[in-house]
């Protein structure tokens, strides 16, 4: 079993930067790799970055590019996602997940533990 909690969120001007944490416990957390996701409301849940349990590996999503950086510390259990030059339509629920897979995807399937999310409002 694996739980993960997403912290971090809030409320920034465009522009701005935030950091968001994903914080996992249990075993099966271990090897494999976390993605994040986003849903804004009234859209579908959305691929937005992936890392290797190693960290070696990254994959983002085309706009975001630049702008977010995925990364993790496996001895804390935690995977971040820094946000910076916010754009408003960066507005949505943010959620980590783990890859069943043991490789990086964008697609959800793929991903079978899941976060409660954590809230980013930007504003123009």
């Known amino acids: 079993q694996v739980q993960l909690v997403e912290s971090g969120g809030g409320l920034v001007q465009a522009g701005g930067s935030l950091r968001l944490s994903c914080a996992a416990s249990?075993?099966?957390?271990?090897?494999?790799?976390t993605g994040w996701f986003r849903q804004a409301p009234g859209k579908e849940r959305e691929f937005v970055a992936a890392?290797?349990?190693?960290?070696?590996?990254?994959y983002y999503e085309d706009s975001v590019k630049g702008r977010f950086t995925i990364s993790r510390d496996n001895a804390k259990n935690t995977v971040y996602l820094q946000m910076n030059k916010l754009k408003p339509e960066d507005t949505a629920v943010y959620y980590c997940a783990r890859n069943k897979r043991g490789r990086l995807g964008a697609g959800i399937p793929d991903y079978d533990y899941w976060g409660q999310g954590t809230q980013v409002t930007v504003s123009s």
């Open positions: 249990g075993r099966t957390f271990s090897g494999y790799p």
């Open positions: 890392i290797s349990w190693s960290g070696g590996t990254t």
